[in-house]
């Protein structure tokens, strides 16, 4: 028998709409909010991105994978950072008591909303291209979704409306 999760936590890629539609789908939901990014940002006492320039990207998964691991929380939507499906801990973590959302969007749309992508604190090998980032995070993300929802064409009210939709219909959330 499933137990009942109380949290909603956010899973895609930059740009997908992750800290957005959080905040919406919270206020929809009568829930709390939590941007794990400004969680870890908080934490450093620096941008994502000053954490990548000055200690590379993998400091940033480390710290990411710390924030999260000590999260304790109830009836919360949870934005994760984009790299957050690189800890395994992390995502079993948050799973113990959160439905999963991949917000699944295409490369195109990532492209189109983050532009320069070098500025915005991504957590990239300095060799990889957004492309080979967003395949090899697609798998990850794929994997680590309850549920994944398409948001090609969507509105983000729309995408809210649909993750409440999978919330009500689900016997394992409340």
Not at 45 to 70: F, H, K, N, P, S
Request: aromatic share 6%; net charge negative; charged share 25%.
């Amino acid at each position: 028998m499933n137990t009942p999760r109380s949290n909603v936590v956010l899973i895609g890629m930059p740009g997908s709409g992750k800290s957005t539609v959080g905040v919406l789908l919270a206020k929809q939901l009568g829930l709390g909010f939590i941007d794990t990014d400004l969680l870890i940002q908080e934490e450093a006492g620096r941008t994502l991105q000053d954490i990548v320039d000055g200690d590379g990207y993998q400091a940033l998964r480390r710290i990411e994978e710390q924030v999260l691991l000590r999260l304790d929380v109830r009836r919360q939507v949870i934005s994760t950072g984009g790299s957050a499906v690189y800890s395994e801990p992390a995502m079993t973590h948050l799973k113990a008591d959160g439905l999963v959302v991949f917000l699944d969007i295409p490369l195109e749309t990532v492209v189109a909303r983050i532009g320069d992508y070098s500025a915005r604190g991504i957590s990239r090998r300095p060799d990889q291209s957004l492309e080979q980032l967003f395949w090899e995070r697609f798998k990850l993300y794929s994997r680590a979704a309850d549920v994944t929802v398409n948001c090609i064409g969507k509105s983000q009210e729309d995408v809210c409306d649909d993750i409440s939709m999978v919330i009500m219909q689900s016997p394992t959330t409340r």
